[in-house]
């Protein structure tokens, strides 16, 4: 069938746009603007993140190519090197970041009928470093001679998606990370992280809401033993009830814990800390194991999105770029998941890459792998109200 409209009209479709106006209005950053405005930047950007391209001389030429296309995206013109550079420095990443937020909003109401087996949401949390020149990002301060950006994530292990990111300069470190400041609830969760974010006032706050967390022992810690438990898995070594040595830690966390010591199947023995005493010592131990998933996201994005190379070095340009990256991973696993695609999100981006600027709609360039499925699992009224736009 004939589509009026071309892939990358119809995979904007799927965004919150309307949060990304208010947004506008609200940090007033279309004020003064003749022509390129928020919109037309964020297009560009997500442009730029689908077909691979690496500076601002790439994205104009890029468009060069497809100056027939434009008007779909509500641009007049092929926009020139020095207006994305200028829009880009002038709009708040606030914006984007309310958009991200607003996408991630959406994928986790469609994705809520999910099954669980803990009946609690699992959430990764750990932080990656992004290192930048001090000398030309003198505002992503990390150490003397280097600059870095840290993404601080609190990835949903059932969504495949990172649920909450706050980004900080490097030298913010992850016991302090702002994920644990912007009154985030954990009382529906079980939150993995490693040693890096060993305190036991954030253990206490986890507790409290009723959350459980899982984590590695770290050394030199003061407990006593007050229980044990028969280990009932060969990996299993120990599986002991402790209290922390009354001192200046107790007066921090004075709940019981459990430490379980397993052996993984490379040899190297573990400790795992936790507050939880009904799950097997096993599953504990596969909890963390899961913890794996939040740096095979780090890597996917460092590898296939552009975080690492920046079009531009003011802190609102490298700001923008990131959370475009972020909206652009989290709108893939949101197709993955609607239309049941069985490839990888790296297929998906290829596919994307390939076809942005072709007439259609994501079904017609995904039908090979998804429409068997397509009937058993969104149903007919759905893909027709949400990806034919002709």
Not at 26 to 46: E, G, I
Not at 76 to 102: H, M, Q, Y
Not at 151 to 159: A, K
Not at 328 to 346: D, R, S
């Amino acid at each position: 069938m004939y589509n009026s409209t071309i892939l990358l009209q119809n995979v904007n479709t799927l965004l919150p746009l309307e949060s990304l106006s208010k947004s506008t209005e609200a940090f007033h950053t279309d004020k003064y603007c003749k022509y390129f405005n928020t919109r037309n930047l964020f297009l560009v950007l997500l442009t730029a993140q689908a077909k691979g391209w690496n500076s601002l001389r790439d994205i104009q030429s890029g468009f060069s190519f497809h100056t027939n296309s434009l008007y779909h995206l509500g641009m007049k013109r092929i926009p020139c090197r020095s207006t994305i550079s200028d829009a880009n420095t002038r709009v708040d990443p606030a914006v984007f970041e309310g958009l991200f937020r607003s996408l991630v909003s959406r994928v986790l109401s469609y994705q809520s009928n999910i099954p669980n087996k803990f009946k609690k949401v699992v959430r990764l949390i750990d932080s990656s470093l992004v290192e930048v020149s001090i000398g030309l990002f003198d505002w992503a301060k990390f150490r003397e001679t280097k600059g870095a950006i840290k993404i601080h994530t609190n990835f949903n292990l059932t969504s495949q998606i990172p649920e909450v990111i706050c980004i900080t300069d490097g030298k913010v470190h992850d016991v302090k990370s702002p994920l644990f400041h912007s009154d985030f609830d954990f009382s529906d969760s079980i939150v993995v992280f490693d040693r890096g974010y060993h305190d036991f006032a954030l253990y206490n706050m986890i507790n409290k809401q009723h959350g459980v967390f899982v984590t590695r022992l770290k050394k030199g810690i003061r407990y006593e033993l007050i229980g044990q438990h028969e280990a009932c898995h060969n990996n299993v070594l120990r599986d002991d009830k402790i209290r922390l040595i009354k001192d200046w830690t107790y007066n921090k966390y004075s709940k019981d814990l459990r430490l379980v010591e397993y052996k993984s199947e490379d040899g190297k023995i573990y400790r795992f800390l936790t507050n939880n005493f009904q799950y097997s010592a096993q599953t504990i131990a596969d909890l963390y194991k899961s913890r794996w998933q939040i740096e095979l996201f780090f890597k996917w994005m460092k590898q296939h999105l552009k975080i690492k190379t920046f079009f531009g070095i003011s802190k609102n340009a490298v700001m923008n770029q990131i959370w475009v990256a972020l909206i652009y991973y989290t709108l893939l696993k949101y197709i993955m998941h609607q239309v049941n695609f069985k490839g990888t999100a790296l297929e998906l981006t290829r596919i994307l890459k390939e076809n942005l600027f072709e007439r259609g709609t994501i079904l017609d360039y995904l039908k090979v792998k998804v429409i068997s499925e397509i009937s058993e699992t969104i149903g007919s009224l759905y893909v027709n109200s949400l990806f034919n736009t002709s």
